[in-house]
């Protein structure tokens, strides 16, 4: 890896990690609204779930991972984990802007805080989102910069994140589960729901029918994928080929898990996945 011969920044694959296969709804966007680009996804499965853990250790996890991704020479890093997003998104930006190329950052939270403020006709914003993220006030900050009159009404679902990564079919705990948090967000009179977890979009009509269909929900996927491609024409790193681009998986936890629900996640083949032990690889230059 850090041996081999370096291609041109435009030909360089763009780096998203998650702390599992949740973040994949993302580069499902990702790999639609650019089909020339490569793709370098990781999912850090080995330290699922990031939603109960410290502000300071999912930094320190954040930072492991960029380290990680700069050393297989990514040109863009899309942090697409809402919890690591919260908590390590100023830390990623002033190390990425360490290195040569100075790698952009683009992380869930801003995009989908604009887009609920651009959706909202009422101003009551509801929020489903990791324990950890919620405490962050990472969406209070960003819906209020776009917006300080807009009220934002937080929801934390513990345990929504693993119940759902855990596989399907759904069965009715989970609609329980899912309803019990909708019920505040109805109580409130919210118009539009921001899915604070990309692992949330799995379960958006379940969502839909519990909080209305006049209730918009807002999720990272699309919002990402227009800033990645902002990002890449404003600092002129677009793939210029003319023929689909690459995909690979990396993870830190079993590979074939990994596959097994990752696949429901992307809705396309996950290929070969190469597992990796974070604590082992070197460092970026």
Known sequence: ?????????????????????????????LL???????FLYLGDTARFPYGVRSGEELERFALQIAEHLLARRTKLL????????????PALQARMMETTLGVDVVAVVGPESQMAVDSTHNGKIGLLATPTTVESGAYDRAVHAADPMVELHAVPCADLAPIIQGGFPFDEHVVETVRRYCQPLRE??????????THYVLVAP????????????????PAIARRVEHALEHRGLGNPREDEG?????????ADAFRDHGTRFLQMPLGDIVHVDLEREPAAA
């Open 246 to 254: 690459d995909y690979r998986f990396l993870c830190t936890g079993d």
């Open 206 to 221: 379940m969502l839909q029918r519990m909080l209305g269909r006049g209730v918009r929900l807002v999720s990272s996927g």
């Open 78 to 89: 899309v942090v697409a984990c809402n919890s690591a997003a919260a908590a390590a998104l």
């Open 188 to 197: 409130a009179g919210v118009d539009t729901v921001i899915l604070g977890c």
């Open 32 to 38: 639609v609204a650019l089909p020339h680009e490569d």
């Open 1 to 29: 890896m850090a041996g081999s011969p370096s291609p041109p920044p435009r030909e360089r694959p763009v780096g998203v990690f998650d702390s599992g296969v949740g973040g994949l709804t993302v580069l499902h966007e």
